[in-house]
């Protein structure tokens, strides 16, 4: 079974570009998930999904971060303008169970 | 979220059995303890939940005391490749919101 897999590895933009970053959860997991670190933090919880619905939100940091899942397989999160504090590590899960998440091995990504 | 304490590093060698104890004074009748392991440039990987006394899984021991406000991770005869950041998480199995906190950095030595 393919686990869950993340596009680009690393990508480095320049502050105020768009990047889109990409998540494929495990096939039929429902439940996806976004977390990210930023530099010397904690990995923090950004938002889940079920299927293609948006369940919760509450921890994208503002309104530069867009997530979608469309038509319930992979989900793109999409920062739009990048600033300097969005750089760090963005983790995509997957799961059946909810506390029972597969991670995918990160984007990180870079603003200069 | 019931708020997790576990030490911030470890050290062993190679053939030894690292035990990390974390502290869950706050934990709740409805929550799990659930161990999660992350190595460099990974995710975390989920290696064992349980609820009371003990649980063993081909990775691991979980051990849980009568009063549930611990709980200890047990990696028998660890190698090399066991070096990693691990995670202890306290939480309702419908939590879906996993907290990470700092976890403990285990660093395997020959």
């Known amino acids: 079974e393919a686990g869950v897999t993340q596009f680009p590895s690393h990508s480095v933009i320049e502050k105020g570009q768009t990047v889109t970053l990409r998540c494929d959860p495990i096939s039929g997991h429902d439940n996806l998930y976004w977390y990210r670190r930023v530099m010397g933090k904690e990995i923090k919880f950004l938002l889940h999904f079920v299927k293609e619905s948006k369940q919760d939100e509450s921890g994208m940091p503002n309104n530069r971060f867009l997530a979608e899942r469309t038509g319930g397989t992979y989900s793109t999160l999409k920062v739009q303008p990048a600033e300097l504090e969005d750089s760090g590590v963005y983790f995509c899960?997957?799961?059946?169970?909810?506390?029972?998440?597969?991670f995918g091995p990160g984007t990180r990504l870079t603003v200069l | 979220l019931a708020k997790t304490t576990q030490p911030i590093s470890m050290d062993s060698y190679e053939g030894q059995e690292v035990n990390i104890t974390c502290s869950h004074n706050?934990?709740?009748?409805?929550?799990?303890i659930t161990w999660y392991q992350q190595f460099p440039s990974q995710g975390p990987r989920f290696i064992i939940q349980?609820?009371?006394t003990k649980v063993t899984n081909e990775v691991a021991s979980l051990f849980i005391p009568a009063d549930r406000k611990s709980s200890t991770l047990s990696l028998p005869r660890v190698s090399l490749s066991d070096t990693a950041v691990y995670y202890c998480l306290v939480g309702d199995v419908n939590d879906y919101k996993l907290s990470f906190g700092a976890g403990t950095t285990v660093t395997v030595r020959a």
């Open positions: 899960a997957s799961s059946r169970e909810r506390t029972l998440q597969f």
């Open positions: 349980g609820y009371k």
């Open positions: 706050n934990i709740a009748t409805n929550d799990y």
